[in-house]
């Protein structure tokens, strides 16, 4: 509780405030694949600041909710509204939305033939044409951030998946997201690496990053989100505070699914 204090002030220092315009704003958001309807009329907001945490059961449809946000999908309908703009809307540079919305994945997909220093400089140099001094400075603070500033010569097969989760996050932070967006960033991960992952990105929500995290780790839920979203079927079955979906799911599904969790 103390935790989500510190982080809403620090964010509030950051220049959000309550009633603010939602950073993101999702608005019935749908998406097929073919006959297969994966979202069904999916709205939500999320403010400066806030750590939204997404649960629900495998095939519930909280990766292609997260891909529909930085356009890895494209929306059947409904409106996602970044920053102001509909980035739904055509002619959207799609790049653009990606340089502001960072994403973490499962998987690192870090380049094997690269050290950590430059897996975290490449794409400030490409994308955001930052010359390869402060590029390379970025990335020290970065990784340094990740607590891997003595890993920077490593490369990814002498890392620990961890490790290489966490130089997948500094990449992602070099970028300068405005919202960042984890797909259980630690599910691949062995238990005793789950842990310096997580407070890796306790760390980010205090420090007051703007996130939606998709996660099984329940005490992360507890502890960090401002708010709990539980998807299941495609749809939001219930939205709130965690204090109340953890101690009062009103939904059965809620109740069933945190029931096998724990
Ligand atoms: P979750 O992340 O909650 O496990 P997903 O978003 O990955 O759920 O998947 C939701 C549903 O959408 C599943 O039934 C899955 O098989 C289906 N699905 C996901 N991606 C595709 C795709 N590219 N083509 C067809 N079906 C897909
Ligand atoms: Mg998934």
């Known amino acids: 509780m103390a935790e989500t204090e510190q982080r809403k002030q620090a964010a509030a220092g950051a220049g959000s405030a309550a009633g603010e315009e939602p950073i993101l704003s999702i608005r019935h958001l749908s998406k097929r694949f073919g006959s ?20 629900g059961p495998s095939g519930s449809g909280k990766s292609t909710m997260l891909r529909c946000l ?10 996602i509204i970044f920053e102001g703009d509909d980035i739904c809307q055509k002619g959207v540079d799609v790049n653009d939305v990606r340089k502001r919305m960072g994403m973490v994945f499962q998987q690192f997909n870090l380049f094997p033939h690269l050290d950590a220093l430059h897996n ?73 690496l789950v842990r310096g992952v997580l407070d890796v990105m306790r760390e980010l929500a205090q420090g007051g990053m703007t996130m939606i995290v998709v996660t099984h780790e329940m005490s992360f839920a507890r502890d960090v989100a401002d708010r709990v979203v539980f998807m299941d079927g495609g749809v939001i079955e ?6 109340e979906i953890f101690e009062h799911p009103r939904s059965e599904r809620t109740r069933a699914f945190l029931g096998e969790i724990a």
Request: net charge negative; aromatic share 2%.
């Open 70 to 79: 930085n356009r890895l999908e494209e929306p059947t309908s409904g409106e």
């Open 36 to 55: 297969l309807e994966v979202l069904k009329d999916i709205s939500f907001d999320v403010r400066k600041g806030e750590v939204v945490v997404v649960l």
């Open 120 to 192: 975290v400089m490449i794409a400030q140099m490409k994308v955001l044409k930052r010359d390869r001094a402060e590029a390379e400075r970025i990335a020290h603070a970065e990784l340094e951030r990740v607590g891997l500033a003595e890993r920077e010569d490593h490369y990814p097969d002498e890392l620990s998946g961890g490790q290489q989760q966490r130089v997948a996050i500094a990449r992602a932070l070099a970028m300068d997201p405005h919202v960042m967006l984890f797909d259980e960033a630690t599910s691949a991960l062995d238990p005793e």
């Open 238 to 243: 219930e939205q709130g505070a965690p204090e």
